[in-house]
Structure formats: structure tokens, C-alpha cells
């Protein structure tokens, strides 16, 4: 089955900083990665996904860039901001599978 | 409703016993996805369910564990026996379509199950 890593575990920036997070997938008929952020004490939701036919994919201050042929993805934060602070969840989705593959996910602190 | 609702948000229990979590997802959502999370750790696939298919229990742990969805819609969780290492947050989320085409999971906000 699809194993999803995901690097760092915990990243610290300083406020206004970029945090890039990057994950790795091991099945290449996955094709869609979505990211998913988790403030403390709430539920993960979504921020940003990529499909396998486009490499990269910007929305405001975020962006993800996908990388086929070596298998892993990034997240992009730019001007980062006390409030990006939370975790934050990288998965994989194969074509015909039905399952969400999740990477471990990455404690991102902003230090204002 | 607005979101997908879990019940109850907190539970305690003693090893041994039974305890049932009840999601309750987005109305239309074909799609449910039951997860685990323990402290720390990233999202654990359970088991999903899809219309009327055949859930994929592929991530059940153990055969204490067990999931239906009725009517489509509501999905218990159960647990059997528990032990303290079942101990975490149990999150449900549901989505409008399955498969690779799947757009957006929402999550419940988790029950979270402390097993003493």
C-alpha cells in the first residue's frame, strides 16, 4: 500500500519567515495530495491540494509543488504569521483506492 | 447540519468495557472516513465508507473493533473490550464523492477516548 513520510516533525520560524514542509509517497499511481491544517484543539481542514497533472499550485501565501517523477510534494509558506501556527498533515489518495494515506505531520511554531 | 457532528466529544471508560462513537456526517456526503489519532501522532485510517459498497476495513486494529453506517448516513464506531491503548482521539469525516476524484475531507471535532 501507498506510505506517506513527511519532514520535519517540528519546524520553529520567526514571524514573516518562509516554512516549506515537504512529504514523499511511495505509490506512483497516487494522484492527488491534499494539505490539511490543524490548530490545537480542533479538527484538521483543508488548505491547499495538487492533482497529478499540474506541478504546482499557489493560493495567496501558500503554494504546494508536486515533483512526479521523484514522488514527494511541498508546502510553501511565505510571510508566515503567528496564526499559521498548528499542525499540519500531508496525504496521498491512490486512483482507485478509497483510502487517504496521511503523513505524521509537522508542528509548525510562528515566533512573533 | 452545518458540519459533520460527533458524539460525545469526550469519554471515559474503564478497561474492558464496550463504548460506541456515533458520527454524524454532512447531509449528501456519499463518503465516510473514520480516523485515529493518538497524541502526537499523525491520522490513522480506520475504515471508509462509500454509499452502499462494502466498507474498506483495511485499517481496523484489532477485531475489537467494528463500524456501520445506516441508511447511508449516521456511522457508529464501536469498541470492544478496550484497553488502554485505544486511548485517543477518534475522528469521522465525509466528503461528497469517494474514490480519486475525492475532493475535500470534513472532519468532525473527534471523540476523544481515555481508557483508564
Known amino acids: 500500500g501507498e506510505n506517506v513520510e513527511q519532514h520535519p516533525s517540528t519546524l520553529s520560524v520567526q514571524e514573516g519567515d518562509s516554512a516549506v514542509i515537504k512529504c514523499t509517497y511511495s505509490d506512483s499511481a497516487s494522484n492527488y495530495f491534499p494539505w490539511y491544517k490543524q490548530e490545537l484543539g480542533k479538527r484538521p481542514q483543508l488548505i491547499i491540494d495538487?492533482?497529478?497533472?499540474?506541478g504546482e499550485k499557489k493560493d495567496q501565501r501558500i503554494a504546494v509543488t508536486l515533483n512526479k517523477t521523484a514522488k514527494h510534494f511541498s508546502l510553501h509558506i511565505t510571510e508566515t504569521q503567528p496564526e499559521d501556527s498548528a499542525v499540519y498533515f500531508c496525504?496521498?489518495?491512490?486512483?482507485?483506492?478509497?483510502?487517504?494515506?496521511f503523513g505524521t505531520g509537522t508542528s509548525l511554531t510562528v515566533i512573533p | 447540519g452545518a458540519g459533520v457532528s460527533q458524539s460525545p466529544s469526550n469519554k471515559v471508560t474503564e478497561k474492558g468495557k464496550d463504548v460506541e462513537l456515533r458520527c454524524d456526517p454532512i447531509?449528501?456526503?456519499?463518503?465516510l472516513y473514520w480516523y485515529r489519532q493518538s497524541l502526537g501522532q499523525g491520522l490513522e485510517f480506520l475504515i471508509y465508507f462509500q454509499g452502499n459498497s462494502a466498507p474498506d476495513k483495511s485499517g481496523l486494529p484489532s477485531d475489537r473493533f467494528s463500524a456501520e453506517r445506516t441508511g447511508g448516513s449516521v456511522s457508529t464506531l464501536t469498541i470492544q473490550r478496550t484497553q488502554q491503548e485505544d486511548s485517543a482521539v477518534y475522528l469521522c469525516?465525509?466528503?461528497?464523492?469517494?474514490?480519486?476524484?475525492?475532493?475535500?475531507?470534513?472532519f468532525g471535532e473527534g471523540s476523544r477516548l481515555t481508557v483508564l
Open positions: 469525516a465525509s466528503s461528497l464523492t469517494g474514490g480519486w476524484s475525492t475532493g475535500e475531507l470534513f
Open positions: 447531509s449528501g456526503h456519499t463518503a
Open positions: 496525504a496521498a489518495s491512490i486512483r482507485t483506492g478509497n483510502q487517504f494515506y
Open positions: 495538487i492533482r497529478s497533472n499540474v
